[in-house]
């Protein structure tokens, strides 16, 4: 008993020397080079979990024990830290740091870490980068030319998008080569989703319908930071959904303090890049591209009618209004927005209006439960016109301009009737009047967090993690083409088309973490496991009608309707572990698994495995380390591997419906299904270094990656004698190798000029390493190799554009990937309230199959054809190289002194000029170098089929916050 009062009795004296031992510290954080006070900063006692944020006025007060350190992190800041000493009152001043090395970048799908331990090149771009310069229509049109290793292709110049994302170079031959977009944890959708207008224009396929992506949907002024995890090693932690990478959005919240009100009012207009002009017309030369009687009928008119100008010569106006509320105390913070926006294009009858409303709730419960509610509901509508390819649909504005001869006049009578073409298959002022191909989608996204601690020690954390999240929506689609179209007279009689399509995804993922601290906190270990679960369904219904009534616009107004339906759903479960080792932040290392099984995968039970490992060391931080100049020198590497299961419908064979003099039945699909497929698997390795010089003025990040894609999914055509026609076989492997460089600097920070600058520069190769069948074209991707494809041979580039030579021998002839591609931004403030940025971009090498040029050429109507003296070129292949300014702007910051009393209500008023793509040097002759006609999912960029021409765009600005 004595030993048990003893113990006691040191265990009391223990404890009360350890309460002596605390103190409490409080102060005043300010920016270093203003002396303003910054808010929510973190502070937090060196290796421990405890830690708190500075208030509105940049004041905090913490608990420590005596020989204690603490850490004093900002995003944007250098890390102070601040030995404690006797004073109970330490004011801290930071510094900034262009190289963001405290900013938190998401690791795994349950924990994040400071990038100055980061083993992978994440790319991050702030709310700020991302829409602070200019306005921007959609959230990926934003990303260009703002990070290494994102190729980024417009298949459409139409409002509402139509943007292709790729990272670092090819992932699929089948699959989708778009990353997975994840916004505040819910997996998006990002579906292209064909109108039916092929069914009356003749386009080859769905892709090539001038479809939007979905990603459009959201408002980019909602976003406080996008990360994007480009290659296998960082997004191996998501599986057999991020073979192309993974974009992780999070969208704004409210912060402790006063509630602000932001009022914004952007107004600005579109105008067409470049038009490709008349030719100089005389009746010789109309005489030797046509013959005597053609010129005889340009003799006899009274006028030239440049269509062209008429049809793409539009002015658009954009208006994009918003107002937010935001604020918080120290148990909750909210995050209240609405925004509307109107965009009119440059073609009559075209637009894209977005009206958005979002919600964002977090809630602290107590010291070991909090929440988080985010949810978004948002409305689009969109005319896209007619344009792109067709087969003698008389419909593609761009197709029926190449044929028509500008001394005919094709506009209405007095009586609105439009003449017939008599040199092509439409009249395309008819088509742009009278013709409609819209959609509407309505759309709810919603997610929820819940964090709770179980322990929450100062050295110790034992936490529990749940969030799930819906994506739905419902997209209606509506093509009409009336019955007096020459294209429909003796045809369809009249078209419409009714599309409603139901997408619901739904995703959940549950977590455990445990952080430790050891060796008084030098040493971190962060253990997090895990499970995941998605399920996505998908309702295709296309209503089409034929032989319309006259004048009449509805479905049962009409001789004949057919309806079709595709129902689609899928379902997969992950378990996911990943262990952090940290060293004092010196050394950092990671190792992780997931294992997914999938129902698009033959073997709906099977698991697969996808590995992660890093390391990262961070040499200046060891004692040896003494050469002041260079602040940060980490060294990196990293190797993971993600997975991309087959599409839906490739394990079975389809069974059709068809009907038979009234009596249903059904028909074999001519694709036969294969029941052995298993997931294309990504490897990636990548070796990095980073380095910060004079105290993180500048920063240098430097990354090479070799990335094997094998065994990839791809349509393969079959013997006729087997009753098919096609099947989907695992037979090709590719390989992706690439270098990215990063430079930050900020070469002048005074009071009177700040100047902040970034410089990127990214190349990539992709090369076919197998295919373990013959050559063949790859499908949906091109033209056939008589005016170029995307031809499918070992040791070739997969990025290639291949014809027949004399010989008839498939020839390489073009490489639409790019040498390289380099961007330069800058930001500028000076005169204390002027801010300056611009964003130039440079794309080397890559070239373009201009089937535009060809069409107007076969039309006669190119003014190029003046210039050389021939109808025809040698060749179609171009340059798509370019230098483009994507941003500038122009903004002015209205001293508070000058509002008086106003300012005690209105905190601060900002007004501005931008632009986007206002300028562009390049020796392409169409209508802009970045083209994909086949749409933003595949392999075929550079194919140029008369597309919706691009556009520059000026804006207005004006800026309130309350």
Same mark, same amino acid.
């Given at each position: 008993?004595?030993?048990?009062?003893?113990?006691?009795?040191?265990?009391?004296?223990?404890?009360?020397?350890?309460?002596?031992?605390?103190?409490?510290?409080?102060?005043?954080?300010?920016?270093?080079?203003?002396?303003?006070?910054?808010?929510?900063?973190?502070?937090?006692?060196?290796?421990?979990?405890?830690?708190?944020?500075?208030?509105?006025?940049?004041?905090?007060?913490?608990?420590?024990?005596?020989?204690?350190?603490?850490?004093?992190?900002?995003?944007?800041?250098?890390?102070?830290?601040?030995?404690?000493?006797?004073?109970?009152?330490?004011?801290?001043?930071?510094?900034?740091?262009?190289?963001?090395?405290?900013?938190?970048?998401?690791?795994?799908?349950?924990?994040?870490?400071?990038?100055?331990?980061?083993?992978?090149?994440?790319?991050?771009?702030?709310?700020?980068?991302?829409?602070?310069?200019?306005?921007?229509?959609?959230?990926?049109?934003?990303?260009?030319?703002?990070?290494?290793?994102?190729?980024?292709?417009?298949?459409?110049?139409?409002?509402?998008?139509?943007?292709?994302?790729?990272?670092?170079?090819?992932?699929?031959?089948?699959?989708?080569?778009?990353?997975?977009?994840?916004?505040?944890?819910? @997996?998006?959708?990002?579906?292209?989703?064909?109108?039916?207008?092929?069914?009356?224009?003749?386009?080859?396929?769905?892709?090539?319908?001038?479809?939007?992506?979905?990603?459009?949907?959201?408002?980019?002024?909602?976003?406080?930071?996008?990360?994007?995890?480009?290659?296998?090693?960082?997004?191996?932690?998501?599986?057999?959904?991020?073979?192309?990478?993974?974009?992780?959005?999070?969208?704004?919240?409210?912060?402790?303090?006063?509630?602000?009100?932001?009022?914004?009012?952007?107004?600005?207009?579109?105008?067409?890049?470049?038009?490709?002009?008349?030719?100089?017309?005389?009746?010789?030369?109309?005489?030797?591209?046509?013959?005597?009687?053609?010129?005889?009928?340009?003799?006899?008119?009274?006028?030239?009618?440049?269509?062209?100008?008429?049809?793409?010569?539009?002015?658009?106006?954009?208006?994009?209004?918003?107002?937010?509320?935001?604020?918080?105390?120290?148990?909750?913070?909210?995050?209240?927005?609405?925004?509307?926006?109107?965009?009119?294009?440059?073609?009559?009858?075209?637009?894209?209006?977005?009206?958005?409303?979002?919600?964002?709730?977090?809630?602290?419960?107590?010291?070991?439960?909090?929440?988080?509610?985010?949810?978004?509901?948002?409305?689009?509508?969109?005319?896209?016109?007619?344009?792109?390819?067709?087969?003698?649909?008389?419909?593609?504005?761009?197709?029926?301009?190449?044929?028509?001869?500008?001394? @005919?006049?094709?506009?209405?009578?007095?009586?609105?009737?439009?003449?017939?073409?008599?040199?092509?298959?439409?009249?395309?002022?008819?088509?742009?009047?009278?013709?409609?191909?819209?959609?509407?989608?309505?759309?709810?996204?919603?997610?929820?967090?819940?964090?709770?601690?179980?322990?929450?020690?100062?050295?110790?954390?034992?936490?529990?993690?749940?969030?799930?999240?819906?994506? @739905?929506?419902?997209?209606?689609?509506?093509?009409?083409?009336?019955?007096?179209?020459?294209? /429909?007279?003796?045809?369809?009689?009249?078209?419409?088309?009714?599309?409603?399509?139901?997408?619901?995804?739904?995703?959940?993922?549950?977590?455990?973490?445990?952080?430790?601290?050891?060796?008084?906190?030098?040493?971190?270990?962060?253990?997090?496991?895990?499970?995941?679960?998605?399920?996505?369904?998908?309702?295709?219904?296309?209503?089409?009608?034929?032989?319309?009534?006259?004048?009449?616009?509805?479905?049962?107004?009409?001789?004949?309707?057919?309806?079709?339906?595709?129902?689609?759903?899928?379902?997969?479960?992950?378990?996911?572990?990943?262990?952090?080792?940290?060293?004092?932040?010196?050394?950092?290392?990671?190792?992780?698994?997931?294992?997914?099984?999938?129902?698009?995968?033959?073997?709906?039970?099977?698991?697969?495995?996808?590995?992660?490992?890093?390391?990262?060391?961070?040499?200046?931080?060891?004692?040896?380390?003494?050469?002041?100049?260079?602040?940060?020198?980490?060294?990196?590497?990293?190797?993971?591997?993600?997975?991309?299961?087959?599409?839906?419908?490739?394990?079975?064979?389809?069974?059709?419906?068809?009907?038979? /003099?009234?009596?249903?039945?059904?028909?074999?699909?001519?694709?036969?299904?294969?029941?052995?497929?298993?997931?294309?698997?990504?490897?990636?390795?990548?070796?990095?270094?980073?380095?910060?010089?004079?105290?993180?003025?500048?920063?240098?990040?430097?990354?090479?990656?070799?990335?094997?894609?094998?065994?990839?999914?791809?349509?393969?055509?079959?013997?006729?004698?087997?009753?098919?026609?096609?099947?989907?076989?695992?037979?090709?492997?590719?390989?992706?190798?690439?270098?990215?460089?990063?430079?930050?600097?900020?070469?002048?920070?005074?009071?009177?000029? /700040?100047?902040?600058?970034?410089?990127?520069?990214?190349?990539?190769?992709?090369?076919?390493?197998?295919?373990?069948?013959?050559?063949?074209?790859?499908?949906?991707?091109?033209?056939?190799?008589?005016?170029?494809?995307?031809?499918?041979?070992?040791?070739?580039?997969?990025?290639?554009?291949?014809?027949?030579?004399?010989?008839?021998?498939?020839?390489?002839?073009?490489?639409?990937?790019?040498?390289?591609?380099?961007?330069?931004?800058?930001?500028?403030?000076?005169?204390?309230?002027?801010?300056?940025?611009?964003?130039?971009?440079?794309?080397?090498?890559?070239?373009?199959?201009?089937?535009?040029?060809?069409?107007?050429?076969?039309?006669?109507?190119?003014?190029?054809?003046?210039?050389?003296?021939?109808?025809?070129?040698?060749?179609?292949?171009?340059?798509?190289?370019?230098?483009?300014?994507?941003?500038?702007?122009?903004?002015?910051?209205?001293?508070?002194?000058?509002?008086?009393?106003?300012?005690?209500?209105?905190?601060?008023?900002?007004?501005?000029?931008?632009?986007?793509?206002?300028?562009?040097?390049?020796?392409?002759?169409?209508?802009?170098?970045?083209?994909?006609?086949?749409?933003?999912?595949?392999?075929?960029?550079?194919?140029?089929?008369?597309?919706?021409?691009?556009?520059? /765009?000026?804006?207005?600005?004006?800026?309130?916050?309350?």
């Amino acid at each position: 008993m004595k030993k048990v009062y003893s113990a006691l009795l040191i265990m009391l004296m223990l404890s009360v020397s350890v309460a002596y031992a605390q103190k409490t510290i409080s102060g005043t954080v300010t920016d270093g080079s203003s002396g303003e006070v910054l808010v929510g900063v973190n502070v937090i006692v060196k290796g421990t979990a405890t830690g708190t944020l500075t208030d509105l006025d940049g004041n905090y007060r913490i608990e420590v024990a005596d020989g204690s350190a603490l850490l004093f992190t900002y995003v944007g800041y250098a890390t102070a830290e601040i030995a404690i000493g006797a004073a109970s009152t330490v004011d801290v001043s930071m510094t900034v740091d262009v190289t963001n090395l405290e900013e938190v970048v998401v690791t795994g799908l349950a924990s994040s870490i400071k990038r100055s331990n980061l083993a992978n090149a994440v790319a991050t771009v702030s709310g700020e980068e991302l829409v602070g310069t200019t306005n921007q229509p959609t959230l990926d049109g934003a990303l260009y030319g703002k990070m290494t290793g994102v190729n980024i292709t417009a298949s459409s110049g139409a409002p509402g998008g139509g943007i292709g994302v790729r990272l670092r170079g090819i992932s699929s031959i089948k699959g989708n080569n778009q990353p997975l977009f994840i916004i505040d944890g819910v @997996y998006l959708n990002n579906s292209e989703i064909p109108s039916g207008v092929r069914n009356a224009s003749g386009a080859n396929r769905g892709n090539e319908e001038n479809s939007a992506n979905r990603i459009a949907d959201l408002d980019p002024s909602d976003i406080e930071s996008i990360e994007v995890l480009k290659g296998a090693s960082a997004a191996a932690i998501y599986g057999t959904r991020a073979n192309a990478g993974v974009v992780i959005i999070t969208t704004k919240t409210g912060k402790s303090g006063r509630t602000d009100v932001n009022f914004s009012q952007d107004i600005g207009f579109s105008k067409v890049q470049r038009l490709i002009g008349l030719r100089n017309w005389t009746a010789a030369s109309v005489a030797a591209t046509y013959d005597d009687d053609e010129a005889a009928l340009f003799s006899a008119a009274d006028q030239l009618y440049d269509y062209e100008e008429e049809i793409y010569g539009e002015t658009g106006l954009i208006t994009n209004t918003k107002i937010s509320v935001s604020g918080g105390n120290e148990k909750s913070s909210f995050y209240l927005a609405g925004s509307t926006r109107d965009e009119e294009g440059i073609i009559k009858g075209t637009g894209f209006d977005r009206n958005s409303i979002r919600l964002n709730l977090k809630h602290k419960l107590s010291d070991k439960l909090d929440i988080a509610f985010n949810t978004n509901y948002i409305n689009t509508k969109t005319n896209r016109g007619f344009t792109g390819n067709e087969n003698e649909g008389g419909l593609s504005y761009g197709y029926n301009l190449a044929y028509t001869r500008p001394w @005919y006049d094709l506009h209405p009578d007095e009586f609105g009737n439009y003449p017939d073409n008599p040199t092509s298959f439409g009249n395309m002022l008819l088509v742009r009047d009278k013709a409609e191909n819209s959609d509407e989608v309505n759309r709810f996204i919603t997610g929820a967090k819940i964090n709770y601690n179980i322990i929450k020690e100062t050295n110790t954390l034992l936490k529990l993690t749940f969030n799930g999240g819906i994506d @739905y929506f419902l997209n209606e689609t509506y093509v009409y083409v009336p019955e007096t179209h020459q294209g /429909q007279v003796g045809q369809q009689n009249g078209f419409v088309g009714v599309g409603k399509n139901t997408f619901n995804n739904r995703n959940f993922q549950s977590f455990v973490v445990f952080d430790k601290y050891l060796n008084g906190g030098a040493l971190r270990f962060s253990t997090q496991a895990g499970i995941s679960y998605l399920k996505f369904d998908r309702n295709f219904v296309y209503n089409q009608a034929t032989q319309l009534i006259p004048g009449q616009t509805s479905l049962e107004q009409s001789g004949a309707r057919s309806i079709e339906q595709t129902r689609e759903n899928d379902e997969e479960f992950g378990i996911i572990f990943q262990e952090e080792v940290n060293w004092d932040d010196k050394v950092i290392g990671t190792i992780g698994m997931r294992m997914d099984k999938s129902s698009l995968n033959g073997d709906p039970n099977k698991y697969y495995n996808f590995l992660k490992a890093s390391l990262a060391v961070n040499i200046a931080n060891f004692d040896f380390w003494t050469f002041e100049p260079i602040s940060q020198f980490k060294l990196r590497t990293a190797y993971g591997q993600t997975g991309s299961s087959a599409t839906y419908g490739s394990l079975f064979t389809n069974l059709n419906a068809t009907n038979i /003099q009234g009596n249903g039945g059904t028909t074999i699909d001519p694709k036969r299904g294969t029941p052995t497929l298993f997931p294309e698997t990504s490897s990636e390795i990548e070796f990095g270094a980073d380095l910060g010089f004079l105290d993180g003025k500048v920063g240098l990040e430097a990354t090479y990656y070799i990335r094997k894609v094998e065994d990839l999914l791809f349509d393969r055509s079959t013997p006729t004698s087997s009753g098919f026609t096609s099947e989907v076989l695992n037979e090709a492997d590719l390989e992706n190798k690439g270098i990215e460089l990063g430079l930050s600097a900020r070469p002048i920070s005074n009071d009177a000029i /700040q100047w902040t600058t970034n410089i990127n520069w990214w190349k990539n190769q992709s090369t076919l390493t197998r295919l373990g069948v013959d050559p063949f074209p790859a499908p949906d991707n091109g033209f056939g190799l008589g005016l170029g494809t995307f031809y499918l041979r070992e040791g070739h580039r997969i990025t290639a554009i291949v014809q027949n030579d004399a010989n008839g021998v498939a020839t390489d002839v073009a490489n639409t990937e790019p040498d390289f591609q380099m961007s330069f931004m800058n930001q500028l403030t000076f005169l204390k309230n002027f801010d300056f940025s611009f964003l130039l971009h440079w794309k080397k090498g890559g070239d373009a199959l201009n089937l535009s040029a060809l069409l107007l050429d076969d039309g006669g109507i190119n003014p190029e054809i003046d210039g050389r003296g021939s109808q025809y070129k040698d060749t179609y292949i171009e340059s798509a190289a370019y230098v483009r300014l994507r941003e500038v702007a122009l903004y002015y910051r209205v001293p508070m002194s000058a509002l008086g009393s106003v300012n005690k209500v209105i905190r601060g008023i900002k007004v501005g000029i931008s632009g986007r793509n206002l300028w562009t040097q390049t020796d392409y002759s169409g209508y802009d170098p970045e083209v994909s006609t086949n749409g933003s999912g595949v392999i075929s960029n550079g194919l140029d089929v008369t597309p919706f021409p691009s556009t520059k /765009q000026f804006y207005f600005h004006l800026n309130v916050n309350f």
